[in-house]
């Protein structure tokens, strides 16, 4: 189980302070949203951001990049520091030569879904990504709430996955909260990026415990149903 405290949600005024609360913390990645008033309806930070703050830990650095033009940020965000970079299936022919790319890169290869695109999309990539990330929200925005129509896209990835033996993460990402965490992990997510109910805490280190702690209830009780329903495996 993954859990990425997304930046978005930190207080801006004391950056460097808010990156260092999650390093002290069990939090496995940072989750950077990238934003470009284009591809989405609002602006947040770029590589130099990114590159200020990746001294001051060393967790796993997971970008997001909501931008129609992702081909242009991928090697400044290379350099900047970035673990995993994440485009969005929404950009059709782009999508292949930018998987590509990023494999060169020598990063970790990571597919964001929207929640009006059906979850077939993603369908033929499935075998070049390391990451799958289930948008459940309109991204754009840290702090709305969770659309649970997208709960079955997550048991359909899982399912996937399951079938054809492959090994990506199913991540979720938007309006993420103890409940929906659990929720999703009751439908097959493993990585759960979580900004407004992490960072609004005083103490975020115990509340990614509290994370971690639900969504493995709420997988070990799936894996209790696996055996109820099919028997031992
Ligand atoms: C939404 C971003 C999310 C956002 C999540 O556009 O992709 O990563 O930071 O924030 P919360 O957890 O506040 O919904
Ligand atoms: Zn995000």
Redesign the pocket.
Known sequence: MIIAP????ADFRKLAKEVERVDRSEADWL?L?I?DGHF?P?ISFGPAVVQQVRPLTRLFFDV?L?CSKPEILLEPFAKAGANQMNIHVELGDQVTPLLWRIKALGKHVGL?INPPTAISLVQPYLHQIDALLI??????????S?IYETLPKIQQAHAWREARNLRYRIGV?????FKTAADCAHAGADTF???????HQRNLAAAVKKMRKAVSAAARLNGEEVLTTDGPR
């Not at 997304?6 to 949600?9: D, V």
């Open positions: 997304s930046l978005l949600a989750h949203d934003m989405v609002n997001h909501m964001a948008m459940t929200v309109h991204p754009g925005f840290g702090g709305q969770f990402d938007g309006g993420v909260d990026i979580s900004g407004t109910t992490l960072f």
